[in-house]
């Protein structure tokens, strides 16, 4: 039971670069959800996706987007990296208040 | 909506010491709440989980919590610090209806000292 996947672990982008970080969950979850993290502020919400079909913005959407491709894989997607996107991205799902998490991708935007 | 206040950024202890990491949160339906812990470079390792069961509930590695719904409350408590204690601690609020969406305190610091 692998639970959630998410690649790559790690990434170097120039400013500028696009990317998309991929999550999968094997658990049948409706929900999935984008966090970055960054020192002293916590998990913070990027978009989630209640169910397949539909995405929502979190707390910092700007220069995200996302895609739910179908129930099991949520993502995201940095069309043009800038400096302050540098952060480690947690991929999560649910179902009825259980949360699962992926490893998390370091990100780094030179 | 709501929202999670984890009421210390940091928290110091002696090795042996009881832990005290304090959490509220506010919730406009009966909520899950988690405690997770980070080890530096780390993922996201559950502690515990409250659900509307016993209001204490017991963790891993000898850490629990006691949901206080009068005071909106769900602090965690260890009674002797180890070393490898040494990690973020993050509260998170899910509610039970809803979007379920969890909101993250932003995370207690916990160091031990020999």
């Known amino acids: 039971n692998a639970g959630v996947t998410q690649t790559p672990k790690f990434q170097v982008l120039k400013t500028g670069q696009s990317m998309t970080l991929q999550c999968a969950q094997d658990?049948?979850?409706?929900?999935m959800y984008w966090y970055r993290q960054d020192p002293g502020m916590g998990l913070r919400l990027i978009y989630y996706?209640?169910?397949?079909?539909?995405?929502d913005k979190g707390e910092v959407p700007n220069g995200y987007n996302v895609s739910r491709l179908n129930k099991r894989e949520f993502s995201l997607r940095l069309e043009s990296a800038a400096p302050s996107q540098t952060s480690v991205y947690f991929c999560?799902?649910?179902?009825?208040?259980?949360?699962?998490f992926g490893n998390g991708t370091r990100l780094t935007v030179t | 909506a709501q929202s999670v206040t984890q009421l210390d950024s940091h928290v110091s202890v002696s090795e042996g010491t009881p832990v005290l990491l304090r959490c509220n949160y506010s919730?406009?339906?009966?909520?899950?709440l988690f405690w997770y812990v980070q080890h530096p470079n780390k993922g996201l390792q559950l502690l515990l989980k409250y659900t509307s069961a016993a209001t204490l509930v017991k963790g891993i590695n000898g850490f629990e919590a006691e949901f206080k719904k009068s005071e909106t409350s769900f602090h965690l408590t260890k009674p002797s610090a180890h070393m490898s204690d040494a990690a973020e601690y993050f509260c998170?609020?899910?509610?039970?209806?809803?979007?379920?969406?969890?909101?993250f305190g932003r995370g207690t610091s916990l160091i031990v000292h020999p």
């Open positions: 919730s406009s339906y009966s909520p899950s």
């Open positions: 658990m049948n979850h409706n929900s």
């Open positions: 996706s209640a169910s397949e079909g539909t995405t």
């Open positions: 999560a799902s649910s179902q009825t208040g259980w949360i699962h």
């Open positions: 998170v609020v899910s509610p039970a209806g809803g979007s379920y969406i969890p909101t």
